[in-house]
C-alpha cells in the first residue's frame, strides 16, 4: 500500500477510535471505577491485522493523547498510555501466531490493558494493595476482549482489507483461512 493510502486510511482509523473513545465516555456501563467496552479496541485490532504493527502504535499514541486532552484529563494519559502499550504489545505477538485468532488477541489485549493501568496506579498512588482490584478487572477485561475480538473478526470479515503491502518491512500479524 502506497505511502499516503496507508496514512489516510490511519487517520480514518484514529478518527473513528476518537469517536468511538468519546461514545464510551459517555455510556454508564458500570458503577465499578475502570470498567469500559474498550470499543475503540476493535478498530486497534483492525489496524494492526491491515495496517501492521508499527502504524497501529501510533495510531494509538495518537488516540490516547488527542482523547486524553479533548477529554480535558491529562492523567488519563498516563493511564491509557500504559494499558494501551501493554495491550497492543500483546496483541502484537499474539496477532502473529498461527492459531490465535483475533478474538484470542482481543481477550489478551483486554486483559493486558487492565494490568497496564493498575500497574501504573500502584506506583503513582503507592498503593500495591490496588494489584487485588485485578481479580475484579481481569475477568471484565476478557469478557470485554472476547467482544472486541469478535467485533474486529467480523468486520475484517464482511470489509474489504486494503491492498496488501507490496514490501514486508515490518512485521505484521499472520492472517488465517478462516478467522483472522
Known sequence: MKRTRRLTMAAILVSVMLVLGYLESLLPVSSVPGIKLGLSNCVLLIS???????????MMLVK????????????????SLAGGT???TLMS?????KGVSAIGAGIAGGVAHN?????????????????YYLGV???VGAGMGFLTG???????RVLPPPVR???KQEHEPQMEENAP
Open 150 to 156: 469478535t467485533v474486529a473478526r467480523t468486520l475484517m
Open 115 to 131: 494490568v497496564g493501568q493498575i500497574a501504573v496506579a500502584m506506583l503513582i498512588l503507592q498503593t500495591p494493595s490496588l494489584v
Open 48 to 58: 494492526l491485522y491491515w495496517l501492521g504493527v508499527w502504524l497501529s502504535f501510533e
Open 93 to 97: 505477538i499474539l496477532s502473529g501466531r
Open 137 to 139: 478487572l481481569m475477568p
Open 64 to 79: 490516547v493523547v488527542l482523547l486524553g486532552l479533548l477529554m480535558g484529563n491529562p492523567m488519563m494519559i498516563v493511564y
Open 165 to 167: 503491502l507490496q514490501n
Open 86 to 88: 501493554l495491550s497492543l
